[in-house]
């Protein structure tokens, strides 16, 4: 089975790709860009069959994908930081949308039968009111950032190849999720790595944070993958499913929780460039229709999954 990723290098692809790598009839394959940070892969690179492409460009996607012939393919690359795309609007939805665009019309010229996931985001629900949560699939989208947007714009593409052409296109709008490798710009993964600079005593003890009575629904990205796997064995094509843990918490106890299990005393002092424009205050997800079609469910406890993400730092101070 000839399975592409896109989005390898990044941090759910390269944990995508230590999932795919254990199962034995799979041919794994990633696109990689000239320039991009290869970090993440190191450790599987013999493994891994890379090939170069930029999927903002209609004629390097087709290319690689007629190259490749994928029978699935994660479709995960997206600039997926959410302030970034107030810096960069346009930018993100080329990427996003029009990257998107090209792996479908790719497949749809060369008339490939490939079975695709793509990776949307629960930033596509955006404004849920309190008697909406847990969110179903059903409720409407009402997204507060260009990210947001992005992942809309990703997510009814997909339902439009679908409807159109009939290409096997399974939707998957995860939750937030995290663990090793989460780059630093992102929550839990930022206040893990100013926690184990504070450790190391390459930082004063003091937290620089942003807005804390956010409630976001984390799953580890071991589990999330396992998903998305899942997503494409036993999904409908043209569906859409929520992934998520269908728990949330607060952004301040997750810092709580992260500043217990390292264990130092700090101050917090909010960093007015950490807050946004406008940030989704409620994300809960219900995975229900998730959990039916697939049977699947996050196994690793939040807990362990922030113990380990201190971890990786105090054994990778310099990742980034
Ligand atoms: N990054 C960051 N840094 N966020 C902070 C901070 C901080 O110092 N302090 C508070 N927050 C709050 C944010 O305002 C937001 O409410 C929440 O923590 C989570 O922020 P992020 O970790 O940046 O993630 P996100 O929820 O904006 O987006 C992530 O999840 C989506 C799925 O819902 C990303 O991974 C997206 O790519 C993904 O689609």
């Known amino acids: 089975?000839?399975?592409?990723?896109?989005?390898?290098?990044?941090?759910?692809?390269?944990?995508?790709?230590?999932?795919?790598?254990?199962?034995?009839?799979?041919?794994?394959?990633?696109?990689?860009?000239?320039?991009?940070?290869?970090?993440n892969i190191k450790h599987i690179w013999d493994r891994l069959k890379l090939l170069e492409c930029d999927l903002r460009d209609a004629s390097s996607t087709r290319d690689v994908i007629e190259e490749i012939k994928p029978d699935y393919i994660f479709h995960l690359a997206a600039q997926s930081f959410v302030p970034t795309s107030w810096k960069a609007p346009s930018a993100s939805m080329v990427t996003n949308i029009i990257g998107?665009?090209?792996?479908?019309?790719?497949?749809?010229?060369?008339?490939?039968?490939?079975?695709?996931?793509?990776?949307?985001?629960?930033?596509?629900?955006?404004?849920?009111?309190?008697?909406?949560?847990?969110?179903?699939?059903?409720?409407?989208?009402?997204?507060?950032?260009?990210?947001?947007?992005?992942?809309?714009?990703?997510?009814?593409?997909?339902?439009?190849?679908?409807?159109?052409?009939?290409?096997?296109?399974?939707?998957t709008r995860a939750f937030n999720?995290?663990?090793?490798?989460?780059?630093?710009?992102?929550?839990?993964?930022?206040?893990?790595?100013?926690?184990?600079?504070?450790?190391?005593?390459?930082?004063?003890?003091?937290?620089?944070?942003?807005?804390l009575e956010a409630k976001r629904d984390f799953t580890d990205v071991r589990d999330i993958v396992r998903g998305y796997w899942l997503?494409?064995?036993?999904?409908?094509?043209?569906?859409?499913?929520?992934?998520?843990?269908?728990?949330?918490?607060?952004?301040?106890?997750?810092?709580?929780?992260?500043?217990?299990?390292?264990?130092?005393?700090?101050?917090?002092?909010?960093d007015p460039a950490r807050l946004r424009p406008s940030d989704v205050p409620n994300l809960e997800g219900d995975n229900t229709k998730f959990v039916k079609a697939t049977g699947w469910k996050p196994e690793i406890p939040f807990e362990q999954t922030l113990s380990d993400l201190l971890d990786f730092w105090r054994t990778n101070p310099d990742w980034i």
């Open 231 to 270: 997503a494409l064995e036993k999904g409908k094509g043209g569906e859409v499913y929520n992934i998520s843990s269908g728990r949330s918490w607060k952004i301040k106890d997750v810092l709580d929780m992260l500043a217990k299990l390292s264990g130092v005393d700090v101050k917090i002092e909010e």
């Open 177 to 211: 999720h995290t663990g090793p490798r989460r780059p630093p710009l992102f929550v839990c993964s930022d206040f893990a790595k100013q926690l184990v600079d504070i450790e190391r005593g390459v930082r004063e003890p003091v937290m620089r944070v942003g807005n």
């Open 100 to 171: 998107e665009l090209n792996v479908f019309e790719a497949i749809r010229k060369l008339n490939l039968k490939s079975r695709i996931q793509i990776a949307c985001s629960s930033e596509e629900y955006g404004l849920v009111k309190p008697d909406e949560i847990p969110i179903k699939e059903t409720n409407p989208l009402r997204p507060l950032s260009p990210y947001g947007v992005s992942k809309v714009g990703q997510d009814m593409l997909g339902y439009q190849y679908f409807m159109s052409y009939k290409m096997d296109i399974v939707r």
């Open 1 to 39: 089975m000839r399975v592409l990723i896109t989005g390898i290098t990044g941090f759910a692809g390269s944990h995508l790709a230590d999932y795919l790598l254990q199962r034995s009839e799979v041919e794994l394959y990633g696109i990689i860009r000239w320039r991009s940070r290869t970090e």
